[in-house]
C-alpha cells in the first residue's frame, strides 16, 4: 500500500458565504496540497464538515475532486458512522470508481464493546469493493479501538491500516510491534507524525496539511532530524486548530492564505475575534 505513505490530507470542504459548497474553493485547495508535495487526498472526512453535509452534497464533493484531481493522487473516501447497516446501505450505494480506499471512523455515541467494533468492521470490510482504513479518535468517538482489536482487525484481507489520533504512543508502538508488514499504521495527528515514523508509523492524515503541505512533505519523507524540525515550526499553530473545534481554525488560516473562505456550517461558527488575531500573528 505504497500510495498511502506519507501525507493525506484530509480535505476541508470550502463553502460560499450562503454556506452552499465552494466548488471553484475545492479546486483551488486540491491544486495547491498536490502542488505542495501531498500523497494522497481524503475527501470527506471530519475535516470536511461531513457530519453537516448531506448524503447527496457529499457525493457530490466526491464527484468534484474525483475529476478535477484527474488521477494525479489517490483518493481515500470518508465513510463512516455509527449504524452499521445504514453504512453498508451505503456502500452499495456508492461509485467507488477512481476510489482508492475509504476511511472509516469507529462508531460513535452508542460505544459498542471491542468485539462490537470487531464484528462492525468486519461487517463493512465485507461488503466494501475497495481497502477499509480504520479510524481511531477517541476524542470524537468516546470509544478507543485497542490494540488487540486493531491486530485482530488486520487479518481481514480488505482491511489495510488504521489511522491512529488516540495520542497514545505506547498503545501504537504495541500496534506497531506486531500488524503485518503490509499494515499501515497511520498518524492522526499532526505533531506526532515523527514520532509515529520513528516506531514504524507510514504516514499522516492531517489536518494543517491543507494549509502548509510543503512543511508536511518534510515531516513525512525528509531523513527524522528534518521531520522533527519541520514540526516544531507547527507547535504554535496546530493548537488553534482545534481550539473551537477542527475545522474553524483551518478554514480562516486558508482564507488568510488566500485559498478559500472561512464559512462553516452550524453547529460550528467562525473564528471568534481573538482567535483569528492569534492565526494572524502565526508566521511560518
Known amino acids: 500500500m505504497l500510495k498511502f505513505h506519507g501525507t493525506g490530507v484530509a480535505l476541508i470542504t470550502p463553502f460560499l458565504e450562503d454556506l452552499s459548497v465552494d466548488y471553484n474553493g475545492l479546486k483551488r485547495v486540491i491544486d495547491h496540497v498536490i502542488e505542495g508535495g501531498a500523497d494522497y487526498l481524503v475527501v470527506q472526512g471530519t475535516t470536511g464538515e461531513t457530519s453537516t453535509v448531506s448524503k447527496e452534497e457529499k457525493r457530490a464533493v466526491l464527484k468534484a475532486a474525483l475529476e478535477y484531481n484527474a488521477g494525479r493522487l489517490p483518493i481515500v473516501y470518508g465513510l463512516g458512522g455509527n449504524n452499521t447497516q445504514g453504512l453498508i446501505d451505503e456502500i452499495n450505494a456508492t461509485d467507488f470508481n477512481g476510489v482508492d480506499a475509504i476511511l472509516s471512523v469507529s462508531p460513535y455515541y ?144 486558508m482564507k488568510e492564505l488566500g485559498i478559500c473562505g472561512d464559512a462553516v456550517r452550524l453547529p460550528l461558527i467562525k473564528a471568534s475575534e481573538s482567535l483569528q488575531a492569534r492565526i494572524r500573528k502565526y508566521k511560518i
Open 110 to 253: 452508542n460505544k459498542p464493546s471491542q468485539l462490537g467494533i470487531i464484528t462492525h468492521y468486519r461487517a463493512l470490510a465485507d461488503a466494501c469493493p475497495v481497502p477499509v482504513i480504520l479510524y481511531n479518535v477517541p476524542g470524537r468517538t468516546m470509544s478507543n479501538i485497542s490494540y488487540e482489536t486493531t491486530l485482530e482487525l488486520s487479518k481481514h484481507p480488505n482491511i489495510i491500516g488504521i489511522k491512529e489520533a488516540s495520542g497514545d504512543l505506547s498503545q501504537c508502538m504495541r500496534i506497531a510491534a506486531k500488524m503485518p508488514d503490509d499494515f499501515l499504521l497511520i498518524s492522526g495527528d499532526d505533531i506526532l507524525t515523527p514520532s509515529m515514523r520513528a516506531i514504524g508509523g507510514h504516514g499522516v492524515i492531517s489536518v494543517l496539511a491543507n494549509a502548509y503541505p510543503e512543511i508536511f512533505k518534510d515531516i513525512c519523507h525528509a531523513d527524522l532530524e528534518t521531520a522533527k524540525e519541520a514540526a516544531f515550526k507547527l507547535l504554535d499553530v496546530n493548537p488553534m486548530m482545534y481550539e473551537e473545534s477542527n475545522p474553524v481554525g483551518l478554514k480562516f488560516l
